[in-house]
C-alpha cells in the first residue's frame, strides 16, 4: 500500500481542506506514513504573509533533503496565487492551486502507483485528464523569482494544475480535531473544527484571500448536519463552526439563508454537547445572532471578532466595511448579552499610512474596549493587492514595535479579565494534554484551565478556579459536568 503525509501550514480552512484530502486517500487505501518514509508528501500551503510563503519553500527543501524519492505535491494558497515559483523548486512533482484541490488525492495515489477511483466508486480521472481542465488564471499574483536561490530550482520546472478560482463552486472540507488524531484515535482529539463556508466577496486592499480561494461559497445545510452528525456519533464533545467569511455562510444558497439559522439547525437536528463560532465580521453580529448565542446553554460565550485598526482612517485605506464606532457599538452589545464572554479581535499594525497618530488612535480604542484577547498581524505586502504598492509603506521595525506595544496592553487587560474567575467555578473541557501534574482544559468562555490531576480528554467537567498560570487559569475538578 503507498504511504503519504500531509503537512498542513495556515487557518483552520486549510487544515480543514488537508483533513478532506487525508480523508480521501485513506479510502483509496493509502496509509499515513510521516514525511521521512512517505512516498508521497503533500504540502497544503498558506500565503497570507511573506513568512508563509518561505514556511512553504522551507518545507520543501526539508523534504526533499530527507526523503529524496518522494513525490512532492504542493496545494494550497501558495500554490494558487505564484504556481509558477513553486513549480521551480527542486523536489516538487505537482503544483495544484485551489481551484484544482480536490483532484490532489488523485494525483497523490497516481504517484504511489494506480489511479484507483474516487470516493463516490466511478473510476479516478488521469492527470492527464485533469491538466487538460485547467484555465487561465485570471487574479493570479507572483513574486519575484529573486526570492529563490538558483541552487533551489529545478531544471525541468513540475507540471502545474491551476485554473479560475472565481469558477470553483465547492467547499472542500473534513473536521479537523484538537489533540493528536493521527494514531492515538479519539481519545486523544478534541473540539472538532467544522468548516461550513469558503471563500470571501469582500476586497480588504491588503489581503489576498479572495484571490486564491474564490467567491463565498456555502457548505450546504444538509452537508453541515450530516458532518455535525457523525462528529457527535463519534463521541465529540464540542463542534466549532468556521470558515473564511463565517458569518456570510448561506448568502450564495440557491435559497439563500442566514448564519443564525444554521447554528438552529445544528442544535436542533443534532445532540451536540457545545458548539462554538469562531471568527465573525463585525457586522454579521446580528442582533438575533448575539440573542442566539448569549441565550442558548449549549454555545460557547465566546465571540472573535475581527477590527485590524481602531482608526477610521486607516480603515477606510484597507477598505473595510465598519467605522471604529460601528464596531465599539458591537463589542459592548456583546459583552452586555455575555458579562463574562471572551471576546477577542485581529488587528493589523504597520499598515501604509499608519503614523504614530493614527497607532496611537488603535491604542486607544482597544485599551477603552471590553476586549479579552488578540491577534497581533504586522502587515505584510501581498502582491498583487492594492496595499502593496500603497505609498508611506511603514519600516519594519516601526510596525514590530507597534505589535509589540499592543501585546503588552492585551496582556495586562487579559490578565484583569482572568482575575475576576479566581475563587469561581467554569464549565471546560480536557484536551488529554496532561504533564504528569496537570491537564490542559478549555472553558466555556475560552481560557486555558491546568486541572490538578490527569483526566481524558473529550469530556465536560465543572472546575473550581484557585488561581491564574502565565496565560490561563489553575484549578481543581468540581464535578463532571452535563451541558445537555
Known amino acids: 500500500m503507498g504511504a503519504f503525509h500531509i503537512i498542513n501550514f495556515g487557518c483552520r480552512a486549510t487544515q480543514a481542506d488537508g483533513a478532506a484530502i487525508e480523508r480521501e ?31 512553504a519553500r522551507a518545507a520543501v527543501r526539508r523534504v526533499h533533503r530527507e526523503n529524496p524519492r518522494a513525490g512532492i505535491v504542493v496545494t494550497g494558497c501558495y500554490a494558487q496565487r505564484a504556481p509558477e515559483e513553486i513549480a521551480s523548486l527542486v523536489g516538487v512533482a505537482h503544483v495544484v492551486g ?50 529563490i536561490g538558483m541552487a ?22 473534513a473536521p479537523v480535531f484538537d489533540g493528536d488524531g493521527s494514531a492515538a484515535g479519539i481519545h486523544a482529539r478534541t473540539r472538532a473544527n467544522l468548516k461550513v463556508q469558503d471563500g ?26 450530516f458532518e455535525a452528525e457523525q462528529l457527535v456519533r463519534a463521541g465529540f464533545k464540542e463542534i ?5 467569511n463565517l458569518g456570510r ?34 457586522m454579521d453580529w446580528t442582533e438575533e445572532l448575539i440573542a442566539l448565542v448569549a441565550s442558548e446553554r449549549r454555545i460557547a460565550k465566546h465571540a472573535h471578532v475581527p477590527l485590524q485598526s481602531g482608526s477610521d482612517r486607516v480603515l477606510r485605506s484597507m477598505h473595510r466595511k465598519y467605522r471604529p464606532w460601528h464596531y465599539e457599538a458591537q463589542i459592548l452589545k456583546l459583552r452586555a448579552a455575555m458579562p463574562d464572554a471572551a ?16 497607532f496611537r488612535e488603535t491604542y486607544d480604542f482597544v485599551a477603552q474596549l471590553p476586549l479579552t484577547y488578540l491577534h497581533v498581524f504586522t502587515f505584510s505586502a501581498r502582491p498583487g493587492t492594492p496595499a502593496a504598492v500603497m505609498p508611506e509603506q511603514v519600516p519594519v521595525h516601526v510596525a514590530r514595535e507597534r505589535n509589540r506595544q499592543l ?46 490531576g490527569e483526566h481524558p480528554a473529550n469530556e465536560w467537567h465543572e472546575v473550581a478556579i484557585t488561581g491564574l498560570s502565565n496565560d490561563g487559569l489553575v484549578g481543581e475538578c468540581a464535578a463532571k459536568f452535563s451541558v445537555q
Open 407 to 452: 501585546r503588552e496592553l492585551i496582556a495586562k487587560k487579559n490578565c484583569a479579565f482572568r482575575q475576576q474567575f479566581v475563587g469561581k467555578r467554569l464549565n471546560a473541557i480536557f484536551l488529554g494534554r496532561h504533564d504528569g501534574a496537570q491537564t490542559e482544559a478549555l472553558s466555556d468562555n475560552f481560557i486555558k484551565v491546568r486541572i490538578d
Open 25 to 55: 486517500l485513506l479510502d483509496r487505501g493509502l496509509v499515513r506514513s510521516d514525511e521521512k518514509t512517505a512516498a508521497v508528501v503533500i504540502l497544503n500551503t498558506c500565503t497570507v504573509t511573506a513568512s508563509a510563503d518561505a514556511d
Open 152 to 173: 533551489e530550482m529545478a531544471d525541468d520546472p513540475a507540471p502545474m494544475l491551476v485554473g479560475d478560482i472565481f469558477a470553483h463552486s465547492e467547499v472542500l472540507a
Open 240 to 244: 466549532v463552526l468556521s470558515g473564511i
Open 200 to 225: 470571501c466577496n469582500n476586497r480588504c486592499s491588503f489581503c489576498i484571500i479572495p484571490f486564491v480561494r474564490g467567491k463565498s461559497r456555502s457548505l450546504a445545510v444538509e452537508k453541515v448536519v
Open 249 to 282: 455562510w448561506g448568502r450564495d444558497l440557491d435559497r439563500p439563508d442566514r448564519f443564525a439559522n444554521l447554528v438552529r439547525y445544528v442544535l436542533n437536528q443534532t445532540e451536540v454537547a457545545k458548539l462554538r463560532i469562531s471568527s465573525v465580521e463585525p
Open 343 to 358: 471576546l477577542g479581535a485581529d488587528v493589523m499594525v504597520g499598515f501604509p499610512g499608519e503614523t504614530d497618530e493614527l
Open 98 to 147: 485551489n481551484s484544482h484541490k480536490a483532484s490532489v488525492a488523485t494525483i497523490a495515489a497516481s504517484i504511489v502507483g494506480g489511479r484507483g477511483v474516487t470516493t463516490d466508486g466511478t473510476p479516478a480521472p488521469s492527470t492527464a485528464q485533469l491538466e487538460s481542465q485547467a484555465v487561465p488564471e485570471r487574479h493570479r499574483a507572483f513574486v519575484s523569482m529573486g526570492e
